[in-house]
Nanobody
Framework: QVQLVESGGGLVQPGGSLRVSCAPS????????WGWYRQALGKQRELVAA???????AYTDSVKGRFTISRDNAKNTVYLQMNNLLPEDTAVYYC??????????WGQGTQVTVSS
């Protein structure tokens, strides 16, 4: 059974940094593209960053220059380093497949709250 477990969220002040992690299990990690998605209260879930199996990365405009997605195939883990966080980055962050129309059942996500 495939499972997605996100971790690393928390409360941070504006301008601060956080790194969230996701370690999918029950699936061959290295051959797939992975993405970080977020859903703010009352809004639709959106893709914010993706990393392809060959290492290509893509970002939504609102996080370019602030967020960095990375993957460690040896650890079956995908990361999202978030710097210069803004209040509008407050959301639940999820990982899932990217560069494909397929999705794994969503995990619980990890809450990121940016507030002073």
């Amino acid at each position: 059974q495939v499972q997605l477990v996100e971790s690393g969220g928390g409360l941070v002040q504006p301008g601060g940094s956080l790194r969230v992690s996701c370690a999918p299990s029950g699936i061959i990690f290295s051959i797939r593209g992975w993405g970080w998605y977020r859903q703010a209260l009352g809004k639709q879930r959106e893709l914010v960053a993706a990393v392809a199996s060959d290492g290509r990365m893509a970002y939504t405009d609102s996080v370019k220059g602030r967020f960095t997605i990375s993957r460690d195939n040896a650890k079956n883990t995908v990361y999202l380093q978030m710097n210069n966080l803004l209040p509008e980055d407050t959301a639940v962050y999820y990982c899932n497949l990217a560069y494909t129309s397929s999705r794994i059942p969503w995990g619980q996500g990890t809450q990121v709250t940016v507030s002073s």
